[in-house]
């Protein structure tokens, strides 16, 4: 006979659980409370097994992460990063889903496109996306944020010297962004 299947109320408990409490995260969702992963954003079932089961060493993405953190220029990149990535995961989902309209998509990534453009051009900047080749207009030393502002500085005053190149590499992740 199969065992009955029951389904676990998620544990407060294990919020402090030194295996889990890295990365696991609680959200209210019409099931109830569920658990995610912090690092993937995967949702897991609440059943404790599953959850050792996810456990940073079998968790790509906070693997990936945790060896990035370790290193300051690496730290210094996800700052930067950080603030624009909840746009990056939201055009990927648009694209994920079935009944996708394509202006819209096109809309999306016009509207993330140019949002990353801003970042690396002046504010009265005549670029236009899709017609002009944006290593003409790209300025190397904006402002690129508080959380990365503040690494350089923290980094600068323990002796980093490679600031030009550190700016250089995230001018770089837009080049590629616009193939
Ligand atoms: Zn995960």
């Known amino acids: 006979m199969p065992k009955p299947q029951y389904t676990q109320k998620f544990r407060d408990a294990w919020l402090k659980d030194?295996?889990?409490?890295?990365w696991l995260l609680v959200i209210d969702s019409t099931l109830g409370r569920e658990a995610k992963c912090k690092f993937c954003s995967k949702i897991i079932t609440s059943r404790y097994a599953d959850l050792k089961s996810h456990d940073s060493d079998k968790?790509?993405?906070a693997q990936?992460?945790?060896e990035m953190y370790k290193d300051d220029t690496n730290y210094a990149f996800i700052c930067f990063l950080k603030p624009i990535l909840g746009?990056?995961?939201?055009?990927?989902?648009a694209f994920e889903a079935k009944n996708a309209e394509s202006c819209k998509l096109?809309?999306?990534v016009t509207m993330l496109l140019n949002c990353?453009?801003?970042?690396v051009t002046t504010p009265n900047s005549r670029f236009k996306l899709f017609y002009d080749d944006i290593e003409t207009f790209v300025v190397r030393d904006n402002y690129l944020g508080y959380l990365f502002e503040n690494?350089?500085?923290?980094?600068?005053?323990?002796?980093?010297?490679d600031e030009a190149n550190l700016r250089e590499r995230k001018c770089i992740f837009y080049y590629s962004c616009k193939d």
């Open 64 to 66: 990936m992460l945790y």
């Open 87 to 93: 746009g990056v995961q939201r055009v990927n989902k």
């Open 106 to 108: 096109l809309e999306d």
């Open 116 to 119: 990353l453009i801003k970042k």
């Open 18 to 22: 030194p295996s889990l409490k890295e």
């Open 59 to 61: 968790c790509y993405t």
């Open 151 to 161: 690494k350089i500085k923290e980094m600068k005053e323990a002796g980093f010297s």
